[in-house]
């Protein structure tokens, strides 16, 4: 095969990617969420989730471009556009679905209304705010745990088909 070791280091970035982009998400999620919960005073609880989520923002932003970038050179490699059409590649539709929610958060919907709007809701009830931000939370972070158990498991075998 023609530019094997590109694709192998395209390989290993992605996943290098993923380990920081899906680690972080894991992080907030388990970590530092549950521990502002505990912080009583709404003022202070703002504005240390400011901070901290403001700064994996970036990170974030940078680990989506090059999860996607490298995804799709090796969706371009293995020629393997096709699989989109079946469903038993269930996982490379997660994959890309879970790339398409972040990176519509990250770079569309937080700059444009969903940091203001968060920002607003937890000034007016801080407990309830950041419940219904941990709740967004756990749902993205199970369906990226999900894609990566799924994508393991696919690109090296195992065949999800059923019949
Ligand atoms: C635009 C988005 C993405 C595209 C186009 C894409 C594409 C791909 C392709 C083509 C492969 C190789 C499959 C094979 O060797 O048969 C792969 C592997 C993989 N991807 Fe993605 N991916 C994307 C996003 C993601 C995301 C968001 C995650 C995690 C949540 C992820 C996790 C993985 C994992 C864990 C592997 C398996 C690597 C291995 O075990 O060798 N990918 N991806």
Redo the contacts with the bound molecule.
Sequence with gaps: MENYSHFIFA?AL??AA?VFW?GGVAFVTTVLIPALKNIPEANDRLELFEKLEGKFGFQAKITTLI??LS??Y??NY?D?WDRLLHLHFWW?HL??F??LVFTLVLFVLEPLFLHQWFRKQALKDSDSAFAWLHRMHVVLLSL?IL??LG??A???GFSFQLM
Excluded: C, F, N, Q
């Design positions: 390989r992605h996943i993923i899906i999860t996607g995804g799709y090796l969706l293995l393997a490379m994959m890309i879970v790339w990226s894609a990566v994508a393991v696919g690109s090296h």
